[in-house]
């Protein structure tokens, strides 16, 4: 499986502005889509944003679209995920998520390898 760091999470105000990056290794990285979840405190894991293997395929959560975007670098051997225009109801755990198919998925259960998260806080 590939292993997967996320960085870039923090304390910021509303409106305002993070990236996030995760950094791959173990495994040739342009063979997995790659998605972003978010888990607040006391619900489900969500899903925020996925990218297909060669970017050409890319879906946002209704919640986040227009607002963040996702993006990788196959020669960085990393994914990003810029978030705008930040609301305290972004507030989570940001995971950064792979899966070893063509296909990209919406849901936590068709990803394989996770990273251990990084907190967002978001305040109003």
């Known amino acids: 499986q590939v292993q997967l760091v996320e960085s870039g999470g923090g304390l910021v105000q509303a409106g305002g502005s993070l990236r996030l990056s995760c950094a791959a290794s173990?495994?040739?990285?342009?063979?997995?889509?790659m998605g972003w979840f978010r888990q607040a405190p006391g619900k489900e894991r969500e899903f925020v944003a996925v990218?297909?293997?060669?970017?050409?395929?890319?879906a946002y959560a209704d919640s986040v679209k227009g607002r963040f975007t996702i993006s990788r670098d196959n020669a960085k051997n990393t994914v990003y995920l810029q978030m705008n225009s930040l609301k305290p109801e972004d507030t989570a755990v940001y995971y950064c998520?792979?899966?070893?198919?063509?296909?990209?998925?919406?849901?936590?259960?068709?990803?394989?390898?996770w990273g251990q998260g990084t907190q967002v806080t978001v305040s109003s």
């Open positions: 998520a792979a899966r070893y198919r063509p296909v990209i998925a919406t849901t936590a259960a068709d990803f394989g390898s």
């Open positions: 173990g495994r040739t990285f342009s063979n997995y889509a």
């Open positions: 990218i297909s293997r060669s970017e050409s395929n890319i």
